[in-house]
């Protein structure tokens, strides 16, 4: 599924659309629930499917949808807009991270590591994504791309424990 949800990213970054276009079409799909089932609802027909996207989405969209539609697979919209993401940012040289805390970092601790990020992985630059989680009792995890960087109590203690274990 990834696979096809990446084909279809690729296919709608080709078409060079406004990135903005694209993130209106994100937006509605998403904060409207009728909608989703809808155009996701097998006893609708494509008609009535091309209707209601040709009446919502901006123009340079429509097309895309109505074949994710025709093809059953608009359910895969969430996958193909995060991979398009992906290559929107991989394309501006951009590296996305994501940062989940307990206490928020402060703007100097914040520029440091998007600094060591940049130099780890030869980017122009960071978009970090900062998330709370007071369930991590301490410390942070910083999560970028594939990897994940544990610096949390919770990760700590359990790497003492996995230790100690195998003692």
């Known amino acids: 599924m990834k696979r096809e949800s990446d084909s279809y990213a690729r296919a709608l970054f080709?078409?060079?659309?406004?990135?903005?276009?694209?993130?209106?079409?994100?937006?509605?799909?998403?904060e409207?629930?009728?909608?989703?089932?809808?155009?996701?609802?097998?006893?609708?027909t494509k008609e009535e499917k091309h209707k209601v996207i040709d009446l919502l989405f901006p123009e340079p969209m429509r097309n895309f949808l109505k074949v994710l539609c025709d093809?059953?697979?608009?359910?895969?919209?969430?996958?193909?807009?995060?991979?398009?993401?992906k290559m929107d940012m991989d394309s501006k040289n951009v590296l996305t991270a994501e940062m989940i805390y307990v206490t928020e970092p402060s703007a100097e601790q914040i520029a440091d590591i998007k600094r060591k990020l940049v130099l780890k992985y030869n980017k122009d630059s960071v978009k970090l994504e900062m998330k709370q989680d007071a369930s991590l009792v301490g410390g942070?995890?910083?999560?970028?791309?594939?990897?994940?960087?544990?610096?949390?109590?919770?990760?700590?203690?359990?790497?003492?424990?996995?230790?100690?274990a195998w003692r």
């Open 14 to 30: 080709d078409m060079g659309i406004e990135k903005k276009r694209i993130e209106e079409s994100w937006n509605l799909y998403k």
């Open 71 to 85: 093809n059953g697979k608009i359910d895969l919209f969430k996958k193909i807009y995060e991979s398009y993401e």
């Open 140 to 164: 942070f995890i910083l999560r970028v791309d594939d990897q994940e960087y544990d610096y949390s109590v919770n990760g700590r203690l359990a790497r003492l424990y996995k230790k100690l």
């Open 32 to 44: 409207t629930p009728e909608l989703k089932k809808a155009l996701s609802n097998p006893s609708v």
